[in-house]
């Protein structure tokens, strides 16, 4: 009885416990949701939700303080589209209560060194934009942002730092003008013009040795390829020129002007930008994207230029608003819609123009290539009347000028196009592209429809691209994807494996052990033997000929099917490919079944690196081998390449990993014996000595397994390079003596395959550069290829 009582009352106190500590989790919600809404979408007016929730904010302050600041910093960091919403409400609360305002610019200050010290620079270019515009907002004296921004630049006169360290403290100035250089030319233009002065000094002895591996186009022509920084430079010029007026900012702190100019300043504390640290991750410098000017937008409002402030205000909320909300591509296209001041500017062709710019950003795009896909898919649907027809501008634009454009870009244009098409009934007016068919087919234009076909067919199926497309356009469908096996056929009776096919088919058919399948293939005569050589096992291609042949025509059904045979037979395989040459052999025979379907080589391939059929290595070799040089522009063969490259890549952090794992693991174990040394118990302590016995060979194993999978992995690099070089320097060498143009379709392609390689890998790379310029890009490499090198050298300079 008692015992119940005792419980009820536990069971009672809990549920009045959880009601006491629930109701300030309802409030902390309901702030954070508040916060987190004002400036969207409501039937009263903004200034009214501000002043508002400044109400409501002081109100709570006593009790919430910590939440209300956490929130705002956050927001601050996070939803940077709407950083002059919060940066009025932080004025409004600076004005009603003057010491919440200190800590609130205390606490950013904190914030932003948290930021750099992780390495988040592009969130901590919103935090020092915040700032900036709390000088807007009185909360900040001019004067002292003026010390923070001539801190910052100060940075240009460290000696032996990368020049993306101080490449980024200048953009964090210049990109925060547009918002406050009014403000602080009122009231410092002495100081300004220094200032400024000092930036000009340092853009033009910048090295920009890496802008043309980084541009979407090689022609400067209808639109400049601009390095960021120039083009920013430029903008604020022409904005300082128009005494600093601009008219796209949206600033609702204007409506509070009378009640914010009472409000007392706050100095920020003395900011020194954080030393150069050698594991920092500087951003990479970029080349703004340039699709449209006004001449392309014919109707409703005109374009900014290029070099207008308005137009890098614009692009940067748009950039904002997709990195908010990319992972909810139905939000994130209803915010990009619902931008404020759409009105003013033709909208869906800027939000066209920064889609593309983000997807053709090199080395890498922000965000995975396939949202942006969905997010064009998603606008159409909210927008049919308008914006379908400013995607199908701008791929035209695209198609025309693909002569010029960077192989990488054109993979992503392929790719974006064929899964676009698949949602939309692969409609196109293909005849408009009719252009395409009177050029050499390597030519970039038949080449874009011809891989854009091939892509369509992996999302569709062969007899529909036939169907969609104008007979004209014949020669660039692809093939049907049939298997070809050459035993099957009348001329295949004659050729020397027939007879083994026949019994190993039947024997696969029969679920014979793999015992029983290698003495049958024991009797596959060896084309590289001679009779009288009594040598032991060499390699064998028509063994491997014979069997692969056989059990992937077996398996040609289906991928899973495929998979299964691999699975099934994998102690087979692995006997036969032995040798190096038995690993190259294996590929050109699965190319050999395979070359009318592309995909499911790739697939092949992948599955066989995953099994460890053929390595990293065989397959460079057989993709840059003679027998593939006729496919070498296609597009698969470098989706193939790449996918080895990340599985080596991923291998080897998987391996380090698991080396760092068992060294935290060994620390702790001695920490916790140090610890513990004085009351332990003998038998305790043995196995406690043993485990870390156990833990110091473990790491000594998988220590000798990173610098094999390392060596393996640079091996790989190795190879690759060496390849290119080799390529390159015959094409060079021939051009050079019958006296003919270098730059065909084909070096073009290979060169910039050379760049696409260094730029999607660059991180790995960079940790064996000592080695390739020792032993590949050395100073007597023509100067065409070693030109690549050096372009990679520079991003990180």
Request: charged residues 25%.
């Amino acid at each position: 009885m008692s015992r119940r009582r005792h419980s009820d009352e536990n069971d009672g106190g809990q549920a009045h416990k959880r009601r006491r500590t629930s109701e300030p989790i309802e409030i902390e919600d309901r702030l954070e949701s508040l916060i987190c809404r004002v400036g969207e979408k409501s039937t009263s007016s903004l200034e009214s939700n501000l002043e508002g929730l400044a109400g409501v904010l002081e109100a709570d302050l006593p009790n919430y303080k910590n939440k209300i600041l956490r929130i705002l910093c956050s927001v601050a960091r996070l939803l940077p589209e709407k950083l002059t919403v919060y940066t009025t409400l932080v004025g409004l609360l600076n004005a009603r209560n003057y010491n919440f305002g200190g800590e609130f610019v205390e606490a950013m200050i904190r914030q932003l060194k948290e930021t750099l010290k992780n390495n988040l620079y592009i969130e901590a270019v919103y935090l020092v934009r915040f700032l900036s515009d709390l000088v807007n907002c009185h909360v900040i004296a001019a004067p002292s942002m003026v010390v923070m921004f001539e801190n910052f630049v100060s940075v240009t006169q460290e000696e032996d730092v990368p020049q993306v360290r101080s490449d980024w403290f200048v953009y964090v100035v210049l990109s925060c003008l547009p918002w406050v250089g009014k403000e602080l030319y009122e009231k410092k233009d002495v100081e300004m013009d220094r200032l400024l002065s000092q930036i000009e000094g340092y853009l033009k002895r910048r090295v920009k040795t890496h802008v043309p591996m980084l541009q979407v186009w090689t022609a400067e022509k209808p639109h400049p390829q601009e390095e960021y920084l120039d083009c920013l430079w430029a903008q604020i010029q022409k904005l300082k020129k128009d005494r600093w007026q601009e008219r796209h900012i949206l600033r609702p702190y204007i409506a509070f002007d009378s009640v914010l100019c009472e409000a007392l300043q706050h100095n920020l504390p003395p900011f020194t930008p954080p030393g150069h640290m050698p594991d920092a991750q500087y951003p990479i410098p970029r080349v703004i994207f340039r699709m449209f000017d006004y001449t392309d937008a014919p109707e409703g409002p005109v374009m900014p230029g290029s070099h207008s402030a308005e137009r890098f205000v614009i692009e940067e909320n748009l950039h904002c608003i997709i990195k908010t909300h990319w992972k909810e591509r139905k939000t994130c296209a209803a915010q990009l819609l619902s931008y404020p001041g759409k009105n003013k500017i033709p909208l869906n062709y800027h939000i066209v123009e920064v889609i593309f710019g983000e997807l053709f950003q090199l080395p890498l795009p922000p965000h995975l290539d396939v949202m942006y896909t969905t997010l064009l898919i998603e606008l159409c649907k909210l927008q049919p009347g308008s914006l379908p027809q400013v995607l199908a501008q701008a791929t035209e634009m695209l198609y025309m000028r693909l002569d010029t454009m960077n192989t990488t870009c054109i993979d992503r244009f392929i790719n974006w196009f064929s899964h676009h098409l698949s949602n939309f009934q692969f409609r196109w007016s293909w005849d408009d592209w009719a252009d395409c068919l009177t050029l050499d087919l390597e030519k970039p234009k038949p080449k874009f429809v011809k891989e854009v076909l091939e892509k369509s067919m992996r999302l569709s199926y062969h007899q529909r691209i036939v169907d969609i497309v104008p007979p004209t356009f014949s020669a660039l469908i692809p093939a049907e994807p049939i298997f070809s096996y050459k035993y099957g056929d009348e001329s295949g009776t004659s050729l020397p494996g027939y007879p083994v096919s026949i019994t190993v088919s039947n024997a696969i058919k029969n679920r014979a052990t793999n015992e029983e399948i290698l003495a049958i293939l024991k009797e596959v005569p060896n084309p590289n033997q001679e009779d009288d050589d009594d040598e032991g096992e060499t390699f064998n291609p028509l063994k491997i000929d014979v069997f692969l042949q056989t059990l992937l025509h077996l398996a040609a059904k289906s991928f899973s099917h495929s998979f299964s045979a691999l699975g099934k037979f994998h102690e087979i395989l692995k006997n036969l490919t032995e040798s190096d040459d038995g690993k190259l052999h294996i590929l050109k025979v699965v190319y050999e079944v395979w070359r009318n379907h592309p995909q499911m080589i790739a697939v092949l391939v992948d599955k066989m690196i995953r099994t460890q059929i053929v390595d990293c290595a065989a397959v460079a070799n057989w993709l840059f081998s003679q027998d593939m040089a006729h496919e070498f522009t296609r597009l698969f063969i470098w989706e193939i390449l790449h996918s080895t490259i990340r599985k080596m890549n991923k291998h080897v952090q998987k391996i380090q990993k698991e080396l760092e794992e068992a060294k935290d693991k060994l620390e702790k174990q001695q920490h916790k014996r140090v610890r513990d040394s004085g009351d332990d118990e003998d038998m305790e302590k043995n196995s406690e000595e043993d485990e870390e016995g156990q833990l110091e060979e473990q790491i000594e194993r998988l220590q000798e397994k990173v610098e094999s999978a390392q060596s393996e992995q640079k091996n790989l690099f190795l190879v690759i390079f060496q390849r290119f070089i080799m390529l390159l320097t015959e094409h060079l060498v021939r051009c050079e003596t019958g006296s003919v143009d270098i730059s065909t379709p084909w070096y073009k392609n290979c060169i910039e395959r050379l760049q696409q390689v260094f730029l999607m890998h660059h991180g790995t790379i960079q940790q064996y550069m000592g080695t390739l310029e020792n032993l590949l890009f050395t100073a007597e490499l023509d100067h065409h290829i070693l030109a690549v090198y050096q372009q990679f050298c520079a991003l990180q300079l």
